[in-house]
C-alpha cells in the first residue's frame, strides 16, 4: 500500500528507493459476492428466520447470532436501504398470500416486489384450469381479483 520509509524520506533521485504501489481492484470481489448472494440469499434468509434461541447459550450469544446471520442474508454492505427494504417488504408479501399461490410463486423466483405482484396478477387472470396446473390446486376463493 505504501513504500517503506526509506524511500519516503529520501529526496528525489536520492538512492536506490523502490516504491511499492498496491492497487487492488475489488470490482471481481464485488460481482463475485453479488453472485455468491444471489445463489445463497434464500439459504442465508432460512437460516435467519429458523434461528432457535434453545440453540445457544444466553440472550447476548443469541442477538449477535442473529445480527450475523441478517448481514448475510441482507449484505448492508454492499446493497442500499432501498434495496434491503425491498427484499424485507418482498418477504412479507410472499409470507401473506394464500400457502398455494405462496408456493408457486417462491418457485418463480421473483427478484423484486414489482415482479411477485406480477406473477400473482397474472395468475389471477388465467382460467381455473390453467392456475390449477402451475399452482397445486388452488381452491378458486384464493385466487379472486
Known amino acids: 500500500m505504501a513504500a517503506p520509509l526509506e524511500a519516503q524520506d529520501q529526496a528525489p533521485g536520492e538512492g536506490e528507493g523502490l516504491l511499492i504501489v498496491k492497487v487492488e481492484d475489488s470490482s471481481w470481489e464485488q460481482e463475485s459476492a453479488q453472485h455468491e448472494d444471489g445463489r445463497d440469499s434464500e439459504a442465508c434468509r432460512q437460516r435467519f428466520r429458523q434461528f432457535c434461541y434453545g440453540d445457544v447459550h444466553g440472550p447476548h450469544e443469541a442477538f449477535s447470532q442473529l445480527w450475523e446471520l441478517c448481514c448475510r442474508w441482507l449484505r448492508p454492505e454492499l446493497r442500499t436501504k432501498e434495496q434491503i427494504l425491498e427484499l424485507l417488504v418482498l418477504e412479507q408479501f410472499l409470507t401473506v398470500l394464500p400457502g398455494e399461490i ?31 396446473q402451475g399452482v397445486n390446486s388452488v381452491s378458486p376463493g384464493l385466487v379472486s381479483g
Open 102 to 132: 405462496q408456493g408457486w410463486v417462491r418457485e418463480q423466483h421473483p427478484g423484486s416486489g414489482e415482479e411477485a405482484v406480477a406473477l400473482v396478477e397474472d395468475l389471477q387472470k388465467q382460467p381455473v384450469k390453467a392456475w390449477r
